[in-house]
């Protein structure tokens, strides 16, 4: 069993190296250039920059698929100002940087979700305007916008729309300037109404590129790579023109557009409400594309063809395949991604040839009720399928056409997940013009869902002849035994997760889950730990990760590969933290604009989200770990999201919210799946029978484990809801309740024990959970690395071309890796002292503090002594004077409290007094002085409140100097005083006792020292 000692003693936490220049690689992938006329790229052009966002980049959006701690993150006037191509206007600079110290950052009030959506906008004057325009004749002008969970957008001025200060902005620029290039550092889509309103040069929709994602935007702008990302949503002109307009952020939200989700419906019935195409996206050149050949192989169609650069820049593109299938007695959008093809940098005047494979299956419609002759089926209706090609939802011509002389049966299921209230949806009605809106009545439950529950239940498991998971890791088919071995205590315990900031775990992790009691250990499970999430490690611990680029941008990169290679790198820097799950990735569709958390997903259409989460599955099982797919189903929105009923379709279900999951589990190594906050017909996801068993186990064929969102709730059927009904969930095969903070002791007061003795469920099935869970653990990088069973070998990070070595002045460049691509060096060197080591082409550029190598077509090695803007506080503790410390008591469990006003070191916000802490803002700090007698365990307890809600998070974090040793995750307690308490190794002599507040809204009313004997 693992010690506290043991634990003090673990390999030293840190990002991985490499990931960082790879993150800039993906982001420059995943950028959209919505216009260009001509202006972009800027290739030593002279530029005035406008927008505070210039200082303050959005890395990501907020909530736990953000806040990741990194070690450095650029700024966009740093990275505009390292770029040799560039000339910057230093007056307007200026007149800026005086206007933001003025006016700093604002991050909100500490609390969860309380960042605002925007900043506050500088207003210039008319002389200005004028003064920059003499210096240049482009501007740049940045706008950023964030949004994440529990916050969705709005339509309101500094959300969706932009605010006044922002309108005037672009007015007076695109009045004053002859070129006016707009740089959208957001996380959602906004109103783009803007561009032409204002007549704009050109417009990158840059959305959150992680913490390089500035120096992605440069190497753009400049002309160092060409954009090649595509939009993986609709922009539609109004925010009124979206079809789930009308019921978005309802508590109870029926889905009437049905199947018809982005371009689906527009591309189908409202084409003239389009602004930009789902899959469009320009590239600073122009592409030819030609089909050479088609062929049929069952319901594989295979396309091959040549693409070939016939502008002036080099550049990747995206080659799309859509299908038109018939209309059939079903209904059918105008036409269906189904396939895609990313190409390699192609140099102007050369061509590459593509092969893309598409499988007809993946479009197939589900029939409800056997209007194609086959009820609860997904089928192909008779008729003809017309392929095309091309680069976008609207850019295509037709390849090939395909006739299906009759129903073709795909795949015969069960009804599953209807809906109990009558509705109507959408489907399509030919006349004289087209495609128009009719609707027809949704099919509802027919099925008795209890009775299949009773009929589908296991039989207890006999013979428990197994008495530890080691024998089930030499034979598989010992499993049964040891699972039949397991007291009924130990089948609750293995159904609770602990967290958030498990003592148990790395430090301000999201869970430990797995070996949580000393029995569970003892019978050979070992502690998993999972953290957050989709933008990169998220800890709350304030320990640094590799921030990475948003799902968004990541899904419009239809770069599969690269996302891969990026997530190879996330599952080492994982292994670092001794993280085996990550909560990622975030799948929900697009299905409205304004939902907060749409930056960690990946689109409205589900055939690209289920391949970008293929990718990134690949990428982590490549490393040996794994991620979670998440949020199982239906999570569109955040306001009211514990308790907004989606009312969907079955077929809508099956077709648009479920298949991207279904796509990911098909061809990739899926091993978890979390559900979501809210119910879907009347049944929360959590203990949604027909959702994680009827569905995901059966039709989709998934032996992982599934996991609840933090703290949700659960139901029967059509009942209320409740974070105890845990039966619920054991019953629907959900298998891990995440969190509470003691599994052995039950702190959440959950019910499945009192309900097993009742009768309510049964131990069969919660032995197929425990089976469930097993496996995963048998599978897991941290059970195999304890059996010695891993290969250390790691690959390359890039693989692309890259420097051997570069040395200055004759040396080696300290700390220099082939893989890490920006050195921050103490002073100016010139191109002349350096020599570069590679087998590649590569040229230089330079300005006066910073020199850029370019080697092959995309990799950039920076190398700048420009000033760093430090972000991270190291404090200094001294000890060669005299200082009043507080004796800790060394008795066997002897208790010593703090005087809480006589602090050693303290931020000056915080207010201290004999009864307690208040004040203790968002990145504050307090620390005590005090004299250990005795190196040993301690017990470090708190007595706490906060007026927040019960769901708000306010982590903080236990010190020992600098040094984090734990970080708590309290809840908010509505008022009432709560003790939590952390078990921390403590050396002997004189040390510092620190706390560090990463959220504000907590009062400390006591702390005490306790020695764990």
Avoid at 242 to 263: C, M, W
Avoid at 721 to 729: F, G, L, P, Q
Avoid at 977 to 994: C, R
Wanted: net charge neutral; charged share 25%.
């Amino acid at each position: 069993m693992t010690t506290y000692y043991e634990l003090e003693k673990r390999t030293p936490y840190k990002p991985m190296d490499g990931l960082a220049g790879l993150s800039r690689l993906m982001a420059k992938e995943g950028m959209v250039l919505l216009k260009n006329n001509g202006v972009l790229p800027l290739i030593h052009q002279k530029v005035s920059v406008f927008g505070r966002i210039q200082f303050d980049y959005y890395q990501s959006g907020t909530g736990s698929g953000g806040l990741v701690n990194v070690r450095k993150k650029y700024s966009i006037l740093e990275a505009l100002q390292m770029n040799p191509r560039l000339a910057l206007n230093e007056a307007l600079i200026k007149t800026y940087q005086a206007w933001v110290n003025e006016h700093p950052f604002n991050s909100g009030n500490g609390m969860w979700a309380s960042e605002p959506w925007s900043q506050i906008e500088m207003v210039l004057d008319e002389k200005t305007y004028i003064d920059a325009a003499k210096f240049s004749e482009i501007a740049l002008v940045f706008l950023g916008r964030t949004a994440g969970e529990d916050k969705d957008n709005q339509k309101e001025k500094g959300s969706y729309l932009l605010t006044d200060e922002e309108e005037q902005l672009l007015k007076n620029v695109s009045t004053h300037f002859k070129e006016t290039v707009v740089v959208l550092n957001v996380g959602n889509l906004i109103d783009m109404s803007f561009i032409e309103k204002y007549q704009i040069s050109a417009c990158l929709l840059a959305y959150h590129g992680g913490l390089q994602g500035a120096l992605a935007i440069s190497d753009l702008l400049s002309g160092y790579d060409s954009p090649s990302g595509k939009l993986t949503d609709t922009i539609a002109k109004t925010i009124e023109d979206y079809p789930s307009n009308q019921t978005f952020g309802a508590i109870e939200n029926k889905y009437t557009e049905d199947i018809y989700v982005g371009y689906r419906y527009f591309n189908t019935f409202k084409k003239e409400a389009i602004l930009y195409p789902f899959g469009y996206g320009l590239t600073y050149t122009k592409f030819k594309l030609q089909t050479s050949t088609v062929s049929l192989n069952k319901q594989l169609i295979t396309i091959e063809g040549l693409i070939s650069n016939v502008g002036k820049y080099a550049s990747k593109q995206v080659i799309q395949v859509y299908i038109k299938a018939p209309q059939g007695a079903l209904g059918k959008p105008d036409k269906e991604l189904i396939g895609y093809y990313k190409t390699n940098v192609i140099k102007p005047a050369f061509d590459e040839h593509f092969s893309i494979t598409i499988d007809l299956t993946e479009i197939s419609s589900y029939d409800e009720e056997g209007k194609s002759g086959y009820p609860s089926s997904y089928v192909l209706e008779a008729g003809d399928y017309h392929v095309y090609v091309g680069f976008d939802s609207m850019d295509l011509m037709p390849c090939y056409k395909y006739h299906l002389d009759q129903t073709y049966l795909v795949k015969k299921v069960s009804e599953a997940l209807r809906p109990v209230v009558r509705f109507e949806r959408i489907k399509p009605k030919l006349d004289q013009n087209g495609y128009v809106i009719s609707y027809e009545d949704v099919p509802i439950r027919k099925t008795s869902l209890k009775k299949r529950i009773v009929d589908m239940r296991p039989q207890a498991l006999t013979n428990a002849h197994v008495s530890n998971l080691n024998e089930v890791f030499n034979n598989r088919s010992l499993l049964n035994g040891f699972i039949a071995s397991l007291s009924d205590d130990d089948l609750i315990c293995l159904t609770r997760g602990e967290g958030m900031s498990s003592p148990k775990v790395t430090p301000g992790t999201a869970c430990a889950f797995a070996g949580v009691t000393d029995e569970l250990k003892q019978k050979g499970f070992p502690i998993l730990c999972g953290a957050d999430g989709p933008s990169g490690i998220r800890m709350d611990s304030g320990y640094e990760a590799t921030s990475i680029p948003i799902g968004t941008l990541l899904a419009s990169s239809f770069n599969e590969s690269l996302v891969s290679d990026l997530y190879y790198g996330i599952a080492l820097e994982m292994q670092n933290y001794n993280i085996e799950l990550l909560l990622a990735p975030g799948m929900n569709i697009h299905r409205h604009p304004l939902n907060g958390r749409n930056f960690e997903y990946f689109s409205e259409d589900p055939y690209l989200t289920g391949h970008m989460a293929k990718a990134v599955i690949h990428g982590l099982d490549k490393g040996g770990v794994t991620g979670s797919l998440k949020h199982f189903a239906c999570n569109n929105q955040e306001h009211l999201r514990f308790d907004s009923n989606a009312i969907v379709s079955e077929r809508a279900l099956r077709e648009i919210y479920l298949k991207g999951f279904e796509l990911a589990i098909k061809h990739s190594n899926v091993k978890a799946i979390m559900t979501a906050y809210n119910p879907i017909n009347g049944i929360w996801a959590a203990s949604n029978y027909d959702l994680n068993t009827t569905i995901l186990r059966h039709d989709f064929k998934f032996k992982g484990i599934v996991i609840t969102d933090w703290w949700a709730k659960m139901n029967d059927d059509q009942d209320r809801a409740s974070k105890d009904n845990t039966a619920m969930m054991v019953r629907a095969q959900n298998d891990i309740y995440m969190v509470i903070t003691d599994a052995k002791n039950n702190s959440g007061n959950d019910n499945t024990k009192d309900m097993l003795h009742k009768g309510q469920i049964t131990r069969g099935e919660l032995e197929r959970i425990a089976s469930n869970i097993t496996n995963f653990v048998l599978d897991s990088y941290t059970y195999q690395k304890q059996q010695g069973k891993l290969n250390k070998h790691h690959e390359n990070l890039l693989e692309q071309p890259q420097i051997d070595d570069l040395l200055i002045d004759g040396k080696p460049l300290f700390g220099f890796q082939k893989d890490v691509m920006v050195y921050h060096l103490e002073q100016n060197v010139s191109v002349n002292q350096l020599r570069v080591i590679t087998n590649h082409d590569y040229k230089i550029e330079a300005n006066l503090d910073t020199i850029l190598i370019l080697v092959g077509q995309q990799v950039i090695y920076q190398l700048t002594s420009k000033p760093l803007v430090k972000q991270s506080m190291t404090l200094e503790f001294k000890k060669d004077k005299p200082i009043k410390a507080l004796a800790v008591n060394k008795e066997p469990w002897g208790k010593t409290e703090l005087a809480l006003e006589k602090t050693h070191l303290k931020s000056q916000a915080i207010k201290t007094s004999k009864n307690g802490l208040t004040n203790c803002l968002k990145n504050e700090y307090v620390y005590y002085a005090i004299d250990v007698l005795e190196t040993s365990k301690y017990i470090v307890e708190f007595k706490l409140q906060s007026d927040e809600p019960s769901l708000s998070q306010m982590p903080f974090s236990l010190l020992i100097e600098n040094t984090i040793k734990q970080t708590i995750t309290s809840n908010g307690t509505d008022g009432k005083e709560l003790t939590v308490s952390a078990q921390i190794i403590i050396e002997k002599g004189l040390t510092f006792l620190g706390l560090r507040f990463n959220r504000s809204g907590l009062e400390i009313n006591e702390i005490s020292l306790i020695r764990h004997y």
